[in-house]
DNA sequence: TTTAAAATATTCCAAATTGGAATAAGAATC
DNA sequence: GATTCTTATTCCAATTTGGAATATTTTAAA
């Protein structure tokens, strides 16, 4: 999963909350998301025009008096089916957590969505999957450097198993309280 | 410390233990080095291209019978000067760790240097005050999903010195059995 | 009050990066 | 013998990057 598609659905996820044009998306990330995303303006535009081109946004141009123009871009069914498709599925590797998966929560938790405690158990599966790996190659290596390195890989990977526990036990309760 | 700067030291890395052709440089990194770090033979030969404009490495076209000429890389003094500096810097982030960190922790026990227990001690420090910020900050906040993510950042920078701390007991013993 | 800086909103721009393919020939495999 | 892989470097075109440019209004500072 590469950067430029989380980016666009991480823009899909802002435009699940209304219309906005490029200036304002970046507003958004700059203010609400920046202590996990960045993303330049030249980035936004760029994305923004690929995005239209497939169909997932569309745009239109609303004039202003005092301002330049603005371009309000809202989201597609299309958009929407993706954005869903994507922040449902758990991230590949450890090193998308802190990134990817922070966004995908981010979304779950801003849209309210039903998918936050199936997409935790998901992660955690992947995770422990890659842990399993990782502790039967860690058994299998001689070489002093590599015992280093999945040792590296394997404590990063049970933190952010350990971490993602504890996102479920709050998450729950999180569920609970909108019952009650 | 971005990632062209430190596929540029990792080369130097390499030619610190001889002249290489970027076709034998690939190879290394693709053999030696792949559980951490991936370069393709364009970037090679792009970033060698560049060191070679700024002066920490010389070329030298060798001619031979029945393969393509190959152009021979050796590491200049300036190039041997900048390399240490940055093998001895600690990596300032800990999503640095698992590449940038892992690589210099790969040369200097490729290479038998000495500063390998300073290296760890420092970054055990830029860590251990990334760590105080973190808690500090988690102190702080009171949107439930800022708690989530500064939770998530102070489980890996803990595992992170956690297993900085293996690293520097075994590269103690390491040491320990170079002077028996 | 005047001047300077920031905000609004999008496009422009040129250098750098990317992910192969191309090149040409020998060596290895089927 | 035919096919595929290896050797070694350059070529190539699309994409990305990191701002600047644009023109005007609004806000802040002097």
Redesign the interface.
Same mark, same amino acid.
Not at 71 to 91: A, C, D, M, Y
């Given at each position: 999963m590469s950067f430029k598609v989380s980016a666009e659905n991480a823009l899909l996820g802002i435009l699940m909350t209304g219309p906005k044009h490029g200036y304002d998306l970046h507003g958004y990330v700059s203010t609400k998301m920046n202590?996990?995303w960045d993303l330049s303006m030249s980035q936004i535009y760029a994305l923004l025009k690929r995005m239209e081109r497939n169909g997932v946004v569309v745009s239109q141009e609303e004039w202003q008096e005092n301002r330049p123009a603005k371009n309000i871009f809202s989201i597609t069914q299309k958009g929407k089916e993706r954005f869903l498709r994507w922040v449902s599925t758990p991230v590949e590797h450890v &090193?998308d $957590? &802190?990134i990817e998966f =922070?966004a995908k =929560? %981010?979304f779950v &938790?801003?849209l309210h969505l039903k998918e936050g405690l199936t997409l935790i158990d998901k992660q955690i599966d992947v995770l422990q999957e890659k842990l399993r790996v990782i502790e039967n190659l860690k058994e299998k290596i001689t070489d002093? %450097? !590599?015992t $280093? =390195?999945y040792?590296?890989?394997a404590?990063?990977t049970?933190?952010?198993l350990?971490?993602l526990r !504890?996102?479920k036990a709050?998450f729950s309760q999180?569920q609970k309280k909108g019952i009650g």
């Amino acid at each position: 999963m590469s950067f430029k598609v989380s980016a666009e659905n991480a823009l899909l996820g802002i435009l699940m909350t209304g219309p906005k044009h490029g200036y304002d998306l970046h507003g958004y990330v700059s203010t609400k998301m920046n202590q996990f995303w960045d993303l330049s303006m030249s980035q936004i535009y760029a994305l923004l025009k690929r995005m239209e081109r497939n169909g997932v946004v569309v745009s239109q141009e609303e004039w202003q008096e005092n301002r330049p123009a603005k371009n309000i871009f809202s989201i597609t069914q299309k958009g929407k089916e993706r954005f869903l498709r994507w922040v449902s599925t758990p991230v590949e590797h450890v &090193r998308d $957590v &802190r990134i990817e998966f =922070l966004a995908k =929560l %981010f979304f779950v &938790r801003k849209l309210h969505l039903k998918e936050g405690l199936t997409l935790i158990d998901k992660q955690i599966d992947v995770l422990q999957e890659k842990l399993r790996v990782i502790e039967n190659l860690k058994e299998k290596i001689t070489d002093e %450097f !590599e015992t $280093v =390195l999945y040792s590296f890989k394997a404590s990063q990977t049970t933190a952010a198993l350990n971490w993602l526990r !504890e996102c479920k036990a709050s998450f729950s309760q999180d569920q609970k309280k909108g019952i009650g």
